[in-house]
């Protein structure tokens, strides 16, 4: 069974930058993937970008160069590294990962979620 647990989360001014946190175990599997989504009040989970073990990386269109996904050496968690952020990306924050390919930032590709944090951007 694979945990995952968020935080980092909080309340920042627009243009301003945090750093998501997600600890997991996921490198338990040969091969797996791992990913960030987001869901805003009224709206759909949406994926924001997603890592594989073999450090390849995907994004969504509407990051545009803003955000980065990465971990660290012991691949033991999981960042997202966000910066310029708009009011837009106000969201819940969800980490989630699955042993399967393909990469996806497809939602019910993904078996493991985490409990989410919570980003706020006011203006």
């Known amino acids: 069974q694979v945990q995952l647990v968020e935080s980092g989360g909080g309340s920042v001014q627009a243009g301003g930058s945090l750093r998501l946190s997600c600890s997991h175990s996921?490198?338990?599997?040969?091969?797996?993937?791992l990913a960030w989504f987001r869901q805003a009040p009224g709206k759909e989970r949406e994926g924001v970008a997603a890592?594989?073990?073999?450090?390849?990386?995907r994004y969504a269109n509407f990051v545009t160069g803003r955000f980065h996904i990465f971990q660290d050496y012991a691949k033991t968690t999981l960042y997202l590294q966000m910066n310029s952020l708009k009011p837009e990306d106000t969201a819940m924050y969800y980490c989630?990962?699955?042993?399967?390919?393909?990469?996806?930032?497809?939602?019910?590709?993904?078996?493991?979620w985490g409990q989410g944090t919570q980003v706020t951007v006011s203006s």
């Open positions: 890592l594989g073990s073999d450090g390849a990386t």
């Open positions: 989630a990962a699955d042993p399967r390919p393909p990469m996806s930032l497809a939602p019910v590709q993904y078996l493991y």
């Open positions: 996921t490198y338990t599997y040969t091969r797996y993937f």
